[in-house]
């Protein structure tokens, strides 16, 4: 937990002080960490449009590509007109990731228009476009770049300190015992991505590579063991148990669980209480 802590505070603190939003993406490109959680006003609206966010994600992926090549930091115009730029991310001398800044325009003349022209042809709608444009963040160019120097530090210092988890042999081990560590508390995707900087997919792989289950399948498994255990040996009621194994809805877990196990939980200990007194 300390590890997404300190990045989260490293992102947070950028924004801070520049007002601009930074990211965090793994090896594959993915999006890990980011703040804010969201993208800007403007770049939700134009990325409702699947064609639009396709083009958005390989302007995206040639930065990355880029950058994987040169290893320098690389600075661009999206194809709306908003700066990014994107610095890579070592671990232990390995590329395991990308910072990324953008989705800001500069106050050089014909910016604010450029990027009104190419929403109206997106939206079709002159009105929206310019309601939209005019939310995207303006910075100076010269201080664009006094903020690209900074972001380039904090990868160094990302880098120099090894704050990112790279995927390795023993990931599919570290998230088994992350689960058991946790299994009362709220485990998703999500959470384990950020826990070890690794996206869906990556964890998902490794884990049905390595154990032959799916980490969602493992885990709702291990809560109903627990339960089981709880319902046999305990005089708690239902409600303290679906709680204490992770089943934060009472019918959700009594509907999981006589899936699995052929009667309710009630019905469940009544058969089986007694025999383990």
Not at 51 to 63: F, M, P, Q, W, Y
Not at 142 to 163: F, G, H, P, Q, R
């Amino acid at each position: 937990m300390r590890q997404e802590i300190e990045i989260n505070s490293i992102l947070k603190n950028f924004y801070k002080i520049s007002g601009i939003r930074i990211s965090i993406h793994d090896s594959e490109f993915n999006e890990i960490y980011s703040y804010p959680g969201e993208a800007s006003v403007f770049c939700k609206s134009l990325q409702n449009n699947a064609t639009i966010l396709a083009s958005c994600k390989r302007n995206d992926k040639t930065a990355f590509e880029e950058v994987k090549k040169t290893g320098e930091v690389y600075v661009y115009k999206c194809h709306c007109g908003l700066y990014e730029a994107v610095a890579p991310l070592y671990h232990y001398g390995v590329l395991s990731g990308y910072l990324m800044m953008g989705q800001i325009r500069d106050n050089e003349d014909g910016s604010l228009e450029y990027i009104i022209k190419k929403s109206t042809a997106i939206l079709k709608s002159s009105e929206k476009a310019q309601e939209i444009s005019k939310t995207v963040k303006v910075i100076d160019r010269d201080l664009i770049y006094s903020y690209i120097s900074i972001m380039t530090v904090l990868a160094e210092y990302i880098t120099a300190e090894n704050k990112l988890f790279s995927y390795s042999d023993q990931l599919p081990q570290l998230i088994m015992d992350y689960i058991h560590n946790n299994i009362s508390s709220k485990i998703t995707l999500s959470i384990l991505s950020q826990k070890f900087g690794c996206c869906n997919s990556t964890l998902s792989k490794c884990f049905k590579k390595e154990y032959g289950i799916s980490i969602m399948g493992y885990i709702c498994k291990l809560r109903l063991k627990k339960a089981e255990q709880m319902l046999c040996k305990t005089r708690k009621s239902l409600k303290e148990i679906s709680f204490e194994c992770g089943f934060y809805d009472q019918n959700y877990f009594s509907k999981t669980f006589a899936k699995n196990y052929g009667c309710s939980p009630s019905e469940y200990r009544t058969k089986h209480f007694q025999s383990n007194l």
